[in-house]
């Protein structure tokens, strides 16, 4: 989305972007006109260029109606359905059409685990928000199919994750509208949902480990738009404290130029990131400032739209900024991304509204250095003011209930760290080396940490574990400022070797590649630095380097150190570092006794990590 057809920056109310609501308008009215001409016939499908998902090209087209309809419904619904009547129009034929059996470009019926379910949810929510002036003013028969082919998800087997809050919510509509529903599923989706509440606001996708994105574009947004619904203020109130305590960690996962933390999957809806953000601002229970809220959000949109998401066309393609097809998912079509649709939630917020009019508010990143520890997932944030790096370090999340035990881990799940300015090494030709401690056996085969036990999660400190066969790792992280200092204990038969890789520095050119002095380092033209220190175990350190298998750009390179371990159990220490500096970042001074290790941080910290059992961090009290 490049900045033509957007209103001129408002410097004054939005101090930090430039962008107001017109610019959200604008942008939304953007990405409605450009899937136009690919629609069907009388619009029932939208055929989107790009592969097609694993459902095929008509669930796919079904997939293009129903998510630009919640784009569609929030634009209508914020404007009080002072639209241009083409676009009232437009849904409306799409809706007749498409529940006509007998019409060409009728929409498949739901069935079990069907995609059909994840857009009927979007339908729903759609026809919900522009009630007035879409459902109740079509024709008595086609609001007969509607409601019936809605009433087509009832009793259906969906996945046993976020898919089970789908047919909460198109049951809701259908009893809105008096249509068959069954008051047991709502109420048996709402319960299962309880069963993955991890505490402090933090949902898991499902059994096991699963934190991501999912959390808040899924797990607390249709909770939350269901109560709203409903009216259950009790609910209400219970899902609306819980998003104030998530939205108190996640106003963190955002740089000040807008970038989200890159981890997790389906990360091509892109910013849908900030869906529970607005969602905040609208049932009440942000505890950001409403210029707080406007800020990380427009950064966020602002981002994409400099960078070519939407491109040229205006279509939001497969990929990160341009396409990118190992960012994507077999589930993922043509018009997957378009669920970046939630972005657009702020629109139900009247224009009047504080987070419309009050001033921006710098984020925390804006303000000053930031370290933010959340036991529930198993991270640990750290932030930077100087360049407005945000980097997230993973010692919980693995989504260990879905990985395939036999095929390779995956990488935006079982990294050690994720950042907003890098993205893991994914798809053909990628070596797996970067944030991964992997001990290499004589053969070349290298471990594999499929399965993270979480052991602890303190200020600015961290620590899992993982087997792999005779393998065990033990690893401790220590964060100040942009710096990751990690404590590996090391358990493996002699012969092997162990590696640990940083972040995965990604460039349209090949990044300058450099080494000394126990260093690996790769930088950037804009400055943006990857750096990798040996401090103690290892003996060299080196750089791997590849093409087409990042999402941040066409060339990238990982520094690495390592060393050949001796048999038994050995510690190893080494920095990662990711900054925009041209400097060489200071290093810790690190003393190892056993399994005792001590760093003197360059701010003059004292920081003891005992490394045997469960790690454990001490540092001084701070001074009265």
């Known amino acids: 989305m490049s900045s033509s057809g957007l209103p001129a920056p408002d410097e004054r109310l939005s101090g930090h972007t430039g962008w107001t609501r017109a610019h959200w308008e604008a942008a939304a009215d953007r990405l409605l006109a450009s899937v136009v001409p690919y629609a069907t016939e009388d619009f029932a499908r939208f055929h989107l260029p790009g592969r097609a998902s694993r459902s095929g090209p008509v669930s796919d087209g079904l997939e293009g109606f129903a998510r630009t309809f919640l784009l569609a419904a929030f634009r209508i619904a914020g404007a009080g359905g002072a639209v241009p009547p083409a676009l009232l129009e437009r849904y409306a034929s799409g809706l007749a059409a498409g529940t006509d059996p007998a019409h060409p470009c009728a929409w498949p019926a739901p069935a079990d685990m069907s995609q059909q379910l994840v857009e009927a949810a979007s339908v729903a929510l759609a026809l919900h928000e522009t009630r007035p002036w879409l459902f109740d003013r079509l024709p008595a028969a086609v609001r007969e199919r509607v409601v019936a082919w809605l009433a087509g998800c009832v009793g259906r087997r969906t996945p046993d994750n976020n898919w089970v809050m789908f047919t909460v919510v198109v049951g809701q509509f259908l009893a809105e509208v008096g249509g068959p529903h069954e008051p047991a599923e709502i109420t048996g989706g709402l319960e299962r949902i309880e069963e993955w509440y991890a505490g402090d606001g933090w949902y898991s996708d499902g059994r096991g480990k699963n934190f991501d994105h999912y959390c808040g574009w899924a797990m607390h947004l249709y909770p939350s738009l269901w109560a709203r619904m409903a009216g259950d203020t009790a609910r209400g109130e219970l899902y609306a404290a819980r998003l104030r305590r998530f939205l108190d960690h996640y106003q963190h996962f955002f740089a000040a130029d807008g970038g989200p933390v890159h981890q997790g ?109 959340m036991p529930a997932p198993g991270w640990l944030l750290h932030a930077t003011r100087a360049d407005g790096v945000v980097r997230l370090v993973n010692h919980g999340s693995d989504r260990d209930r879905v990985q395939d035990p036999d095929g390779p881990p995956d990488p935006y799940y079982l990294k050690f760290a994720y950042t907003s300015h890098t993205g893991p090494e994914v798809g053909e030709g990628a070596r797996g080396v970067d944030n991964h401690l992997a001990v290499v056996a004589p053969d070349g085969t290298p471990s594999l940490r499929r399965r993270i036990e979480p052991l602890c999660v303190s200020d600015r400190f961290a620590a899992s574990a993982y087997r792999d066969g005779p393998v065990r790792v033990v690893t401790a992280s220590v964060v100040d400022g942009p710096a990751e200092i990690r404590i590996h204990r090391v358990t493996a038969p002699a012969g092997h070797r162990v590696r640990d890789g940083g972040h995965a ?119 009265a």
Request: net charge neutral; charged share 15%.
């Open 265 to 373: 999957r389906s990360l091509t809806y892109r910013f849908a990131t900030v869906a529970p953000l607005w969602l905040g601002a609208l049932t009440g229970a942000s505890p950001l400032p409403p210029g707080r809220t406007r800020r990380i959000a427009s950064g966020v949109l602002r981002h994409f739209a400099e960078r070519g998401a939407p491109d040229e066309r205006g279509l939001l393609t497969l990929g990160w900024y341009g396409p990118f097809p190992p960012v994507a998912q077999d589930y993922s079509g043509p018009a997957s991304p378009y669920w970046a649709s939630k972005a657009f939630l702020g629109l139900l917020l009247p224009p009047g509204h504080p987070v419309w009019t009050d001033p921006e508010e710098a984020a925390p990143v804006d303000l000053a250095d930031q370290a933010v520890s």
């Open 505 to 623: 520095l990604a460039a349209a050119t090949p990044p300058e590649a450099s080494q000394e002095d126990g260093t690996a380092l790769a930088r950037r033209p804009d400055g943006l630095s990857s750096a990798v220190f040996a401090l103690h175990g290892y003996t060299g350190t080196g750089l791997v380097t590849s093409r087409g298998t990042n999402a941040f750009g066409t060339h990238s390179a990982t520094p690495y150190a390592a060393a050949d371990h001796p048999g038994g159990t050995a510690v190893y220490v080494g920095l990662v570092h990711l900054a925009v500096t041209r400097e060489r970042p200071p290093a810790p001074e690190v003393s190892v006794r056993g399994d005792l290790v001590v760093l003197r941080l360059p701010g003059g910290e004292t920081v003891t990590v005992r490394m045997d059992g469960v790690p454990v961090c001490e540092r001084p009290a701070p001074r």
